[in-house]
């Protein structure tokens, strides 16, 4: 999260000395967690909280899939009911594109709200993350980018996940997207954590099955590499352990059985907890690798950590494997007094056999050659300048492990970087209208 703080600093004190630092300041900076909500009907429980606190408008931030569904409904109806208005913004479209958040920044101002409820997955609950810290400070979202950037705290923001993955309902950080340049761009400031969210399983019973993998992958990675970075600490350690294995044990059943409310419950729990695991521990190489798929050729974020995650934890393994192995037994992967060896490998087939059972593929489809030395460099720099990699790639590294997942009918090249892209990696540097609202609602 303290990318920006660490690529200003890199390059005169060098790197290893500044992530250490940055990891002292994340073990003492407070974080504000949510009030959580959980179990069915909880997003109709938060929208009578929401109504007690006297807003004078509340914006619902969402998208055109949700508001169609009408599960914004029982959110909507008690906020009516406790005699709230609000009004919806429903154009979010996935990766939060910096556009679509200008647009939303408008519709605020113009509907003079002081409120904002978030009702979506990890890129509606970003978008609105950067529409309130916008509006408050009346800046622009490129201006924000990187830690603490503004001076005004955000209104008010309160939560309704309705996918299990991002965890973005208890982080402090914002991920939206730049299309002109085919860039991911994160802002981070401990007061955009939501105050309140609710965890409603009925919410994503029915939620198609590549979304329920997907975003429960996304979540296994939040939670792992949170656990394998160096800066994690005991309270993120217990989060990411207890992620892991609520994870493992119900991702399957919410994949098979997407109306069973009990596992869908645990995985939105479990989505949580990774959330707040790597809040403070930060994340790794697979989403630094992510963001460039993402950003590139618009893969979802959750289906890019899935490919990637495999890959990069075989190559930080030797790094790791104590650790690895303590993952395996949270897994159920292997039995104790196992060898740390043999429980490591257990935990890297454990995750193989997750994925596959739950139809992730094993190649990047949209994936081109000619691409891989760019998007390697842009990530070993994202990893470089700003996560606690238990083990640094090389441009060379990254660029094996993009090769490995390479779609089958193109032919994977030596490894190894160009030339000029290997002169590049030598010096660290920087990169440089909605629908009705619905009772007692306006639309937007």
């Given amino acids: 999260m303290l990318s920006n703080l660490i690529g200003d600093r ?14 002292v300041v994340t073990r003492l900076l407070p974080i504000p967690q949510p009030t959580l909500l959980v179990g069915p009907g909880a997003s109709a429980r938060l929208g009578q909280a929401v109504a007690g606190f006297g807003h004078r408008r509340v914006l619902i931030v969402t ?94 923001l309160y939560a309704v996940p309705t996918t299990a993955g991002t965890g973005s309902e208890v982080t402090v950080a914002a991920v939206i997207s730049d299309p002109v340049n085919e860039r991911k761009l994160v802002i981070a400031d401990t007061r955009i954590v939501p105050k309140m969210a609710a965890l409603d399983p009925l919410l994503m019973t029915g939620l198609p099955k590549p979304v329920t993998a997907a975003t ?37 059943i919410a994949y098979n059985d997407g109306a069973n409310v009990a596992a869908r419950e ?14 403070r521990a930060n994340v790794g190489n697979v989403h630094a690798i992510a963001h460039q798929l993402g950003a590139k050729y618009h893969t979802p974020h959750g289906l890019a950590n899935a490919i990637m995650l495999p890959q990069v934890l075989r ?40 994925a596959a059972s739950v139809g992730i593929t094993k190649t990047h489809e949209a994936l081109s050659e000619r691409d891989i030395p760019a998007l390697a460099e842009a990530a070993c720099w994202e990893a470089d300048t700003g996560y606690p990699v238990p083990r640094r790639m090389s441009q060379e590294d990254c660029e094996a492990m993009l090769r490995a997942v390479l779609p089958e009918e193109a032919p994977a090249q030596p490894a190894g970087p160009t030339r000029k892209a290997a002169k590049r990696r030598a010096a660290v540097k920087k990169r440089p209208s909605g629908k009705a609202a619905g009772r007692g609602g306006k639309a937007g």
């Fill in 266 to 279: 645990k995985m939105a729990l479990a989505s949580t907890y990774a959330g707040l695991a790597f809040t």
């Fill in 10 to 23: 890199a390059r005169a004190v060098g790197l290893p000395a500044v992530k250490r630092a940055a990891g």
């Fill in 63 to 156: 998208d055109e899939v949700i508001a169609r569904l009408g599960l914004l409904a029982p959110l909507a109806d008690a906020l009516a009911a406790g005699g709230t208005p609000f009004s919806i913004f429903d154009r979010v479209a996935p990766d939060a594109p910096i556009p679509v958040v200008e647009q939303g920044i408008d519709f605020f101002a113009r509907e003079d709200c002081d409120a904002i409820v978030a009702f979506g997955g990890g890129s509606v609950i970003d978008a609105a993350k950067v529409i309130g810290l916008a509006a408050a400070n009346d800046r622009h979202p490129r201006s924000l980018v990187g830690y603490f950037r503004a001076l005004h705290a955000p209104a008010p």
């Fill in 216 to 252: 429960g992958m996304d979540a296994l990675t939040h939670a792992v590499e949170a656990y394998l970075g160096y800066w994690n600490t005991a309270f993120s350690d217990r989060m990411a352990l207890s992620a892991v294995s609520m994870i493992f044990e119900n991702l399957p």
């Fill in 315 to 354: 190559f930080s393994a030797p790094e790791v494997t104590g650790r690895l192995a303590t993952l395996a037994l949270r897994a159920r992967a292997g039995n104790e007094g196992e060898p740390e060896a043999v429980l490591a490998e257990r935990f890297l087939a454990a995750v193989d056999a997750q």
